[in-house]
């Protein structure tokens, strides 16, 4: 099970770390994913990470103030989000990925196991 945390409310301009934290008997090496959802809209991907080496996926709108990264001896996955519009403001959910390729990532078939999300808010 995954956990988001690290929302909040945040001028525009600013920034927050979101972090995603493995719970209970599972194995912490695995890639994952950050999405979010806005008010009445659908789910969309915003990065993800593989396991271990790999290439690093953004979406579009995000790709120059957003990095994700990971510790795995803490099993956590780190969402920086710095410049922050209000655009941005959602509720931030992260998801295991269980796709077969890497490489072919589909945001839309390749994830589960969502965790709780964390609400961030940004004011303009």
């Known amino acids: 099970q995954l956990q988001a945390s690290g929302g909040g409310l945040v001028q525009a301009g600013g920034s927050l770390r979101l972090s995603c934290t493995a719970s209970?008997?599972?194995?912490?090496?695995?890639?994952v994913g950050w999405f979010r959802q806005a008010p009445g809209k659908e789910r969309d991907f915003v990065a993800a990470?593989?396991?271990?080496?790999?290439?690093?996926y953004y979406e579009d709108s995000v790709k120059d103030r957003f990095t994700i990264s990971r510790d795995n001896a803490k099993s956590t996955v780190y969402l920086q989000m710095n410049n922050l519009k209000p655009e941005d403001t959602a509720v931030y959910y992260c998801?295991?990925?269980?796709?077969?390729?890497?490489?072919?990532?589909?945001?839309?078939?390749?994830?589960?196991?969502w965790g709780q999300g964390t609400q961030v808010t940004v004011s303009s």
């Open positions: 209970g008997p599972t194995r912490s090496n695995y890639a």
């Open positions: 990470i593989p396991s271990s080496t790999g290439s690093i």
């Open positions: 998801a295991v990925y269980y796709g077969s390729n890497w490489y072919l990532l589909n945001p839309d078939t390749d994830f589960g196991s």
